[in-house]
């Protein structure tokens, strides 16, 4: 069985910051080896609403606990995977990493203020506090954790977006982990 075959398992997982491109990146990532996509917030904003409302309403540890149940159930039905920024920091979302492909995106803090630019994420938009400022502090305190758990690094800071796709789809084809091109498969 090739790995373009549902397995059970995600053939990819990526995971990093706020606005490194997990969603953006993950999504072309997908179409380009023909595999299913699933981004957890995505999910969890089907199921449950906004996810400000929901932070709002139910407080952060609250949607954690939710977060975590999708992340699991996504999961067990395999592709490619963008979690939320603070998901892997759930020691139980770690543990059903274990044996998965993980690709840490990561970018610099002087382009993420246009990324970020417009965007409701509840925890950058927090009292009167600087957004970049936040998004480094909670980048930097969760650093150690993305690198413990991740396969491989692909930085999204420059250049156009699907140079990264292009890699991460490289890098999966090496590793076995996505489905070769025809010309793989003749060699
Ligand atoms: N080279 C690049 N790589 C990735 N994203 C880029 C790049 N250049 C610009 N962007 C923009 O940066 C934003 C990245 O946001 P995206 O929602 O994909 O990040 P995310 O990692 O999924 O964040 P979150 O943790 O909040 O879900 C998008 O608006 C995307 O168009
Ligand atoms: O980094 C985080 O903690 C978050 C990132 C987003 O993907 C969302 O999951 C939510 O806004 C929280
Ligand atoms: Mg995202």
Redesign the pocket.
Known sequence: MTSSEPSGRPALV?I???????????RRVARALGLPFR?T?SEIVKEHGPIPEIFERLGEPAFRAIEHDTVRRVIGEGGII?L??GAPMHPDTRAALRGTPVVL?T?AEH?IA??IRG?K?PLLNRDDRDPVAEWTRIRDERMPVYESVSSVVFD??????Q??VDRIVAWARAEAIAPQTQEDQDD
């Open positions: 990526l990093g910051p706020m606005g490194a491109g997990k969603t953006s990146i993950g981004d917030d963008a939320g920024g995106l970018v382009v246009a990324r965007q994420r999204t800071s420059s250049g156009p977006m140079g990264v």
